[in-house]
């Protein structure tokens, strides 16, 4: 699957989970393990990208801490990182998931994209 198709996937998915008032939308790639969470709010028009960091490797940690907002426990170690996009903005979210995936993530260019939505 190519970039340009997996741009698409993101944005479809995205419009249709505002529009279905689905809460949550999961992108990931079942090889690598590798996933993305999204709570969506229709009523707070907001994107919520959210990456748990049990799964990632040092250097994803170190990346995403550059990029994203650390969530921390009780005793202040990050238990993920998240990122807050409008609604209105679902190109630049579709484009910042590409760039989890390829750049953060590593994944070949060609990595198939597994979507599920959650009301």
Known sequence: MDSILRLSLY?????????NEETLVIFGDIPSGRFVQIA?????QTLIID?????????????LG???????????NP????K?????????AADYLEWLF???FRLRDSFSLTVKRFT
């Open 40 to 44: 969506v709010s229709a009523s707070e």
């Open 51 to 63: 990456i748990p960091v049990n799964s990632l490797s040092d250097l994803e940690s170190q990346w």
């Open 79 to 82: 238990v993920s990182y998240q």
């Open 102 to 104: 390829t750049i953060v």
């Open 11 to 19: 944005s479809f998915n995205l419009d249709q989970a505002l529009a």
């Open 84 to 92: 807050m996009i409008p609604t209105i903005q679902i190109d630049y």
């Open 66 to 76: 550059q990029n994203m907002d650390a969530v921390p426990d009780s005793d202040g």
